[in-house]
């Protein structure tokens, strides 16, 4: 089982951009399709993007389309997100998961596993 740590949270005014890392652990990392999920206070926790296996496929919520980009390094066990144009409401903490059941390009919480810790995003408007 692959276990998950994120990285790179942190407060950025509001325009400004953050990337942040999933490292993992376990050398099962390539074989699964991965996503970014965030939870706001008193929201459910909700879609961002995902990434295929191979990186070659690449899904992302509305809300964040065009300003956001998930990619990954296989070689490093790692997985990225680069957030760009941040916005007050990206504010929350986000959370990178391994997708263990469904069709690829699954926005449900409930076909991720091995969920990280989370980290905090801050944007200040």
């Known amino acids: 089982q692959v276990q998950l740590v994120e990285s790179g949270g942190g407060l950025v005014q509001a325009g400004g951009s953050l990337r942040l890392s999933c490292a993992a652990s376990?050398?099962?990392?390539?074989?699964?399709?991965t996503g970014w999920f965030r939870q706001a206070p008193g929201k459910e926790r909700e879609f961002v993007a995902a990434?295929?296996?191979?990186?070659?496929?690449?899904y992302y919520a509305d809300s964040v389309k065009g300003r956001f980009t998930i990619s990954r390094d296989n070689a490093k066990n790692t997985m990225y997100l680069q957030m760009n144009s941040l916005r007050h409401e990206d504010t929350a903490v986000y959370y990178c998961?391994?997708?263990?059941?469904?069709?690829?390009?699954?926005?449900?919480?409930?076909?991720?596993?091995?969920w990280g810790q989370g980290t905090q995003v801050t944007v200040s408007a």
């Open positions: 376990g050398r099962t990392f390539s074989s699964y399709a």
């Open positions: 998961a391994a997708q263990i059941r469904g069709r690829l390009g699954s926005r449900s919480a409930n076909d991720f596993g091995s």
């Open positions: 990434v295929s296996w191979s990186g070659g496929s690449t």
